[in-house]
Structures are given as structure tokens and as C-alpha cells.
């Protein structure tokens, strides 16, 4: 078998993305664009993979697999200078070169393994893999002679009869490593945008006698090359619609699949039904027969089984286990546990917090750097005052403890099980098990004192 290598091309800003981060950094479906490439060429295997990075190259460079290759293009003189440029780093390699660009993030694996397959199969030299669009504007035209691909012309450059063609370039190619680097030599810059086209390189072919191919793709809408927000998130929206229906397909329930938005990386349980508005990204679990009602973000996290999250909670790197409830209205900060079957109620915040099996903390509380034994109930309006503005200290309470409501635990403070705390009480002292805690200035009422009041003031006026 001949040897294969992968060219990438993603020197250029992108100045149509009008950004200061360089195009193919910029994410879709939660991860850069070139990701989204650089895991498709990996399933083909290649001996050599170079990245032909420019602009901001050292964030390019961090997302780069081990063992890839970059070559560093100065200047963005053009596609055929930029894999000059690359074919600099694969000095002395004699087999097929495949070129891909860093702004075609649907090309998928086997559409790439398709085209080298037909590539080889017919022994060609250059080989164009090629995309019928209903509207081709923007791309290069692929120009045949009866089968024959002829020669490729940019929209800038093409006539009014040329732009009528609708079989677009959809900057994939492979080449062999010989022709391909002769042929490079020859490329000008006489066009439109005085650049080094890389599509010159397909005439320079047929005209020395060379074999050009062109290969359309079984599926169009993987052509898509992104240059401006607008195609970033047509792509995005692409990406997303895939992993709905792979979700779907496999026994999940998404209320309205356009308007969910789920990463590729995230696994969800059957029965689950995902109301619309959910943000379930990063590396998330999500268990069987959960619900999540509308507009939670689920950020890496774990959601075991039976789990109902209603609406508008945030969950960040946290774990929620079977049967448990969260929100409406919920904050879960990194390494939070909701115990099984307990409640993490509206507007309550969780930070660095287990909440054990069966807890209940219903409503308005902030609970950080604590451990709260199973079976507590948590009043409205509890804090834990974990930080006095130099450290954070924890609060540990003990199985079945019954929080008053607008109670403060000023940590470091231990309750042992079984306690009750008064309403209202501020703990700075731990409480001994079983006991009762309280902390409140004794009530005086004081007969007829508003009655008084309201007299003198309606007087003065
Ligand atoms: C290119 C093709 C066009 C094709 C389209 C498919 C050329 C001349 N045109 O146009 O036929 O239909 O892709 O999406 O090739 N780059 C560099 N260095 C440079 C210039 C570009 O690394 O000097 C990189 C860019 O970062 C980008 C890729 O090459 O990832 C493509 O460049 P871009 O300017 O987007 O080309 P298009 O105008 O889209
Ligand atoms: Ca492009």
C-alpha cells in the first residue's frame, strides 16, 4: 500500500469571520471548528499529518494531535502557498498527499475515505472531491468537458456562465506527492484576488498530461465551508441536528429537536424526554427515564436515572443521583451531589456540596464547601458562610438534622444527628446531637405601641 499523508490547511484568519480569534478556533457544537476535521482525518489513519498554521499558530498548535507536524505560513499568500508550504515538512514522501481545509468541519471520515479510495482505485494524479449545491455562490465551479474535470474557477473569477454551474470544489483533494509537488511550482497569481490558487493545480495537471478526477460527495451538505457567522451556524446547526437524531434514534424523547442544543460527546438514557431550551454540553451523562423540563444548562456532569431537572437550572462538573429533584431555578457549582431522591429546590445554590439521600433544601439557599447528612430538611433562606474573605471553611451536619428556616452556619461548624436548629438561629458553635440550637434575642411585645405611633403621625399632617 502506498504511503498517505493529510495536509491541513489553517494559516488564514478568516477576516469574514470579522473576529479576533482565528477561524478555525472558533467553536461549533462545543468544540473548535478544526477538531471537528482533525477527528475525521485521524479515522484515516495517515503516516504524516501537517498543519499549515499562521495566525494566532500557538492556539492553532494546542489542539493538535501528538505526532502532527506544523508548518508555519508567514505571510497568507494563497491556498497553493499554503500547501507549499506544508509539503516543505514531507520532504522525501513518495505517496498521496490529501489536502483538506480547516473550514470544511462536515466533511466526515468515511466521505474522506471515499474520495482516497476512488483516488487510488482510478490511479489518478489529482483528484477534486466535488459537491452539487442548489446554490453554489461563494465556492470555486468545478468546469467539465463532457466527465472530464477541466479546470476549477473561483466565483471571483468566473463568467456569467460559469457562476451558473452548481457542481462547487469543496477544497478536498488528493494528489500525488510527485505531480503535485511540480505542479505547485507552476502556480501564478494572475486572478482576481492575486492569490496562489491551489485549484490552478488541477489545469497545470491536465496540461502536462496528468489524470484529474473529480469525485462529488453522496452527501452535499457536508461541503459546507465556513466563512462568515452565517455559515458557522448553519454548520452548527447541522452538527446539532445529527446528534438529535442519534439520540432519538436510540430512544431518547426531544420535544423539539431544533431547539436543543446537545454536544456530540454527551450520552443520554432511554425514556429521557428533553424539553426544548436544554444546553446539555461537554462530556454530560444523562441516565434512563430522566426529565428535563426547559432551559437547563448540563455542563459535564452526571444525571443519574428518574431524575426530574425543571426548568432554568445551571448543573457545572456535579453529580445527581437516581430519583432526585433539581430546581426550577437551580444552581449546581463544580462538585456539587444531590443525593438520591433529594431535593435541590428553587433558587438554591449548591457549591462543593453533598446533599445526602433523601435531603431537602426547598428553597433560596446558598450551601458551599458542606456535608449535609441524609434525611435533613434545610429551611428557606439557609447559609452557609463558608469564607470570611481569606479562606473557605466547611460545614458538616449530620443524618436526619432539621434546619430551621433563615438559619446561618458560620463555618467551621459541625451539627451531629439529629439536631434541630431553631428558626432563625445564627450556629457559630457546633451542636451536639440530638440537641436544640437556637440563637435569638428573647421577643418582647410591647400593647398598643403602633396604635400610639400612627396617632402621633396623623397629627403632624
Ligand atoms: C477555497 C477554494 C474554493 C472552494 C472553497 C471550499 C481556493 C483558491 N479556493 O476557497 O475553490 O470552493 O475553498 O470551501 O483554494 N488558507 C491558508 N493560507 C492561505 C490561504 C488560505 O492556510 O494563504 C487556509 C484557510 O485558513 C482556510 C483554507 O485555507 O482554512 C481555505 O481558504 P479560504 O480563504 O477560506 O478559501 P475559499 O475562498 O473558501
Ligand atoms: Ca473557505
Same mark, same amino acid.
Given at each position: &500500500?502506498?504511503?498517505?499523508?493529510?495536509?491541513?490547511?489553517?494559516?488564514?484568519?478568516?477576516?469574514?469571520?470579522?473576529?479576533?480569534?482565528?477561524?478555525?478556533?472558533?467553536?461549533? *457544537?462545543?468544540?473548535?471548528?478544526?477538531?471537528?476535521?482533525? /477527528?475525521?482525518?485521524?479515522?484515516?489513519?495517515?503516516?504524516?499529518? +501537517?498543519?499549515?498554521?499562521? $495566525?494566532?499558530?500557538?492556539?492553532?498548535?494546542?489542539?493538535?494531535?501528538?505526532?502532527?507536524?506544523?508548518?508555519?505560513? %508567514?505571510?497568507?499568500?494563497?491556498?497553493? $502557498?499554503?500547501?507549499?508550504?506544508?509539503?516543505?515538512?514531507?520532504?522525501?514522501?513518495?505517496?498521496?498527499? &490529501?489536502?483538506?481545509?480547516?473550514?470544511?468541519?462536515?466533511?466526515?471520515? !468515511?466521505?474522506?475515505?471515499?474520495?482516497?479510495?476512488?483516488?487510488?482505485?482510478?490511479?489518478?494524479?489529482?483528484?477534486?472531491? @466535488?459537491?452539487?449545491?442548489? !446554490?453554489?455562490?461563494?465556492?470555486?465551479? +468545478?468546469?467539465?468537458?463532457?466527465?472530464?474535470?477541466?479546470?476549477?474557477?473561483?466565483?471571483?473569477?468566473?463568467?456569467?456562465?460559469?457562476?451558473?454551474?452548481?457542481?462547487?470544489?469543496?477544497?478536498?483533494?488528493?494528489?500525488?506527492? =510527485?505531480?503535485?509537488?511540480?505542479?505547485?511550482? /507552476?502556480?501564478?497569481?494572475?486572478?482576481?484576488?492575486?492569490?496562489?490558487?491551489?485549484?490552478?493545480?488541477?489545469?497545470?495537471?491536465?496540461?502536462?498530461?496528468? %489524470?484529474? &478526477?473529480?469525485?462529488?460527495?453522496?452527501?452535499?451538505?457536508?461541503?459546507?465551508?465556513?466563512?462568515?457567522?452565517?455559515?458557522?451556524?448553519?454548520?452548527?446547526?447541522?452538527?446539532?441536528?445529527?446528534?438529535?437524531?442519534?439520540? &432519538?434514534?436510540? #430512544? +431518547?424523547?426531544?420535544?423539539?429537536?431544533?431547539?436543543?442544543?446537545?454536544?456530540?460527546?454527551?450520552?443520554?438514557?432511554?425514556?429521557?424526554?428533553?424539553?426544548?431550551?436544554?444546553?446539555?454540553?461537554?462530556?454530560?451523562?444523562?441516565?434512563?427515564?430522566?426529565?428535563?423540563?426547559?432551559?437547563?444548562?448540563?455542563?459535564?456532569? @452526571?444525571?443519574?436515572? #428518574?431524575?426530574?431537572?425543571?426548568?432554568?437550572?445551571?448543573?457545572?462538573?456535579?453529580?445527581?443521583? *437516581?430519583?432526585?429533584?433539581?430546581?426550577?431555578?437551580? $444552581?449546581?457549582?463544580?462538585?456539587?451531589?444531590?443525593?438520591?431522591?433529594?431535593?435541590?429546590?428553587?433558587?438554591?445554590?449548591?457549591?462543593?456540596?453533598?446533599? =445526602?439521600?433523601?435531603?431537602?433544601?426547598?428553597?433560596?439557599?446558598?450551601?458551599? /464547601?458542606?456535608?449535609?447528612?441524609?434525611?435533613?430538611?434545610?429551611?428557606?433562606?439557609?447559609?452557609?458562610?463558608?469564607?470570611? =474573605?481569606?479562606?473557605?471553611?466547611?460545614?458538616?451536619?449530620?443524618?436526619?438534622?432539621?434546619?430551621?428556616?433563615?438559619?446561618?452556619?458560620?463555618?467551621?461548624?459541625?451539627?451531629?444527628?439529629?439536631?434541630?436548629?431553631?428558626?432563625?438561629?445564627?450556629?457559630?458553635?457546633?451542636?451536639?446531637?440530638?440537641?436544640?440550637?437556637?440563637?435569638?434575642?428573647?421577643?418582647?411585645?410591647?400593647?398598643?405601641?403602633?396604635?400610639?405611633?400612627? *396617632?402621633?403621625?396623623?397629627?403632624?399632617?
Amino acid at each position: &500500500m502506498k504511503d498517505f499523508a493529510v495536509i491541513v490547511l489553517a494559516a488564514g484568519l478568516g477576516t469574514r469571520m470579522k473576529s479576533s480569534l482565528v477561524k478555525v478556533m472558533h467553536p461549533i *457544537a462545543g468544540r473548535p471548528m478544526l477538531q471537528h476535521t482533525l /477527528d475525521n482525518i485521524a479515522a484515516l489513519k495517515p503516516s504524516r499529518l +501537517v498543519v499549515v498554521v499562521g $495566525h494566532q499558530s500557538e492556539k492553532v498548535s494546542a489542539i493538535l494531535p501528538k505526532g502532527a507536524l506544523t508548518a508555519l505560513q %508567514k505571510e497568507q499568500l494563497g491556498t497553493a $502557498h499554503a500547501a507549499l508550504t506544508g509539503m516543505g515538512r514531507l520532504k522525501g514522501f513518495a505517496g498521496t498527499v &490529501m489536502v483538506v481545509s480547516g473550514d470544511t468541519p462536515l466533511l466526515g471520515a !468515511d466521505t474522506l475515505k471515499g474520495l482516497l479510495t476512488r483516488h487510488r482505485k482510478a490511479m489518478a494524479d489529482v483528484s477534486v472531491l @466535488t459537491a452539487e449545491l442548489d !446554490d453554489p455562490t461563494g465556492y470555486g465551479r +468545478v468546469i467539465r468537458d463532457g466527465k472530464a474535470v477541466q479546470r476549477i474557477v473561483e466565483q471571483k473569477d468566473a463568467t456569467a456562465g460559469e457562476k451558473a454551474v452548481t457542481e462547487i470544489n469543496t477544497g478536498t483533494y488528493c494528489f500525488e506527492a =510527485g505531480v503535485f509537488a511540480a505542479a505547485l511550482k /507552476d502556480v501564478r497569481t494572475e486572478n482576481a484576488q492575486k492569490e496562489f490558487y491551489l485549484t490552478d493545480v488541477v489545469e497545470i495537471t491536465n496540461r502536462r498530461g496528468g %489524470k484529474v &478526477m473529480g469525485v462529488p460527495a453522496g452527501r452535499p451538505e457536508e461541503a459546507l465551508g465556513i466563512n462568515g457567522r452565517a455559515e458557522l451556524a448553519a454548520a452548527e446547526r447541522i452538527i446539532r441536528r445529527r446528534v438529535n437524531t442519534r439520540l &432519538m434514534e436510540s #430512544g +431518547v424523547s426531544i420535544i423539539d429537536p431544533d431547539a436543543t442544543y446537545i454536544d456530540p460527546g454527551v450520552i443520554i438514557g432511554r425514556d429521557t424526554v428533553v424539553y426544548p431550551g436544554n444546553f446539555i454540553t461537554g462530556n454530560a451523562i444523562i441516565g434512563e427515564g430522566c426529565t428535563l423540563l426547559p432551559g437547563n444548562i448540563i455542563n459535564d456532569s @452526571t444525571v443519574k436515572d #428518574g431524575v426530574t431537572v425543571k426548568g432554568y437550572s445551571v448543573i457545572t462538573e456535579s453529580c445527581v443521583d *437516581a430519583g432526585a429533584q433539581v430546581g426550577p431555578f437551580a $444552581h449546581l457549582r463544580p462538585g456539587s451531589r444531590v443525593g438520591e431522591r433529594a431535593r435541590a429546590g428553587n433558587f438554591v445554590e449548591l457549591k462543593k456540596a453533598f446533599l =445526602g439521600d433523601n435531603a431537602k433544601a426547598s428553597h433560596l439557599s446558598y450551601i458551599g /464547601d458542606a456535608v449535609i447528612g441524609r434525611d435533613v430538611n434545610i429551611g428557606a433562606g439557609t447559609i452557609t458562610c463558608n469564607y470570611d =474573605g481569606y479562606g473557605k471553611f466547611k460545614t458538616i451536619i449530620g443524618d436526619g438534622v432539621f434546619v430551621g428556616s433563615d438559619t446561618q452556619f458560620v463555618a467551621p461548624v459541625k451539627v451531629g444527628k439529629g439536631a434541630v436548629i431553631a428558626a432563625g438561629t445564627t450556629v457559630t458553635d457546633d451542636v451536639p446531637e440530638d440537641a436544640l440550637a437556637i440563637s435569638r434575642t428573647p421577643q418582647t411585645n410591647k400593647p398598643g405601641w403602633a396604635k400610639n405611633r400612627r *396617632a402621633i403621625n396623623n397629627k403632624k399632617t
